[in-house]
């Protein structure tokens, strides 16, 4: 890589890598550890292509996504889920040290979603992740995971039951939400009581 294409690199890891290791994070199932091995393996595919890349989010993105389906492929699995630290749960009492109930109950939500996905299997948790934090129609998501729709629709329609069993408390911060904004394309993406 000559000195113009390592300060392109260099400015590109600076400015992405933060909205990268968001995905990153939710892909792994909330492992952060996993997450950073994951960004890393895909940026050090990129630096060896980078003169060849057009649009390098979208480049590094699809590596980090077949990088997720080629792990739940492998014949082994982790069972553990390693955490750097232990989960925190928030006081209502107190309202944590966010100052705040609209922060206390954001932080709970996030811990709460993040526990339901991180017990999902990695194809359910990827699936959910393009279609609804990557925003992603049924078909690129068939496309990126070389699959069909009809697999990503079902996966979804799964992996969607599976969070409402999961997490039961997510039901019931959904239906109005639901109701107000139903899906574009007609998949099972609203939550029933």
């Known amino acids: 890589m000559d000195a113009q294409g390592h300060e392109a690199f260099r400015e590109f890891v600076e400015n992405r890598s933060t909205a990268l290791l968001r995905t990153a994070v939710l892909l792994s199932g909330g492992d952060r550890h ?9 940026l050090i595919k990129a630096a060896g292509r980078w003169h060849r890349i057009d649009e390098p989010e979208a480049y590094v993105r699809q590596i980090l996504y077949r990088q997720q389906v080629s792990r739940w492929r492998l014949k082994w ?10 989960p925190e749960t928030t006081d ?6 966010t100052g705040g109930a609209d922060a206390a109950a954001a932080t709970e939500l996030r811990i709460l979603m993040r526990g339901a996905l991180a ?30 729709v009809g697999t990503v629709r079902s996966t979804t329609h799964r992996s969607l039951a599976r969070l409402r069993v999961l997490a039961p408390e997510l039901t019931a911060l959904g239906p109005a939400d639901a109701e107000q ?12 009581p």
């Open 34 to 42: 996993a997450a950073e091995d994951l960004l890393q393996n895909a």
């Open 77 to 86: 699995r982790r069972r553990e889920l390693t955490v750097a630290e232990p």
């Open 92 to 97: 209502g009492a107190t309202g944590g040290t």
């Open 119 to 148: 017990r999902l299997t990695a194809r359910q948790r990827t699936v959910l992740v393009l279609r609804y934090f990557e925003d992603l129609p049924e078909a690129d998501v068939a496309r990126i995971l070389g699959c069909s």
């Open 181 to 192: 904004s139903p899906s574009r394309d007609f998949s099972p993406v609203e939550v029933r």
